[in-house]
């Protein structure tokens, strides 16, 4: 099985909260780290931006990634939320397991 960590950002920690019980009530994760208060510098529509976000790591496999990307999609408040996978190359054989017993097989 292949594993991804997935990278989305959210306006506030409720939205992260949110969209972090939706992933894992729907095993699409097997789990949500949410990291507040992160300073995010980016241009939109021309400008230089400047927020505070919460960052989200999606911990999931390579085969639920687009079904995480569009319930991302479907529950987010940005119009063109942030989704990056990273793959995991290597990890503990038991967190690895954990997680493959923690999501919903395709």
Same mark, same amino acid.
């Not at 506030?12 to 990291?35: D, F, M, W």
């Given at each position: ?24 009530? =729907?095993? /699409?994760? #097997?789990? $949500? ?8 510098? !980016?241009?939109?529509?021309?400008? *230089? ?12 496999? =390579?085969? /639920?990634? #687009?079904? $995480? ?8 408040? !940005?119009?063109?939320?942030?989704? *990056? ?16 017993? #923690?999501?919903?097989?395709?």
């Amino acid at each position: 099985m292949d594993f991804a960590i997935i990278l989305t950002t959210a306006s506030a920690a409720e939205e992260g909260r949110s969209i972090a019980n939706t992933l894992v009530e =729907k095993q /699409l994760a #097997a789990c $949500v780290n949410i990291i507040p208060k992160i300073s995010s510098v !980016y241009r939109w529509e021309g400008k *230089i931006q400047s927020e505070t976000e919460v960052l989200l790591l999606i911990k999931t496999t =390579k085969d /639920l990634e #687009a079904e $995480v990307y569009r319930e991302v999609q479907a529950v987010h408040s !940005y119009d063109t939320p942030e989704l *990056i996978t990273l793959p995991i190359t290597n990890g503990s054989e038991t967190y690895l397991d954990w997680m493959t017993t #923690a999501v919903r097989k395709q």
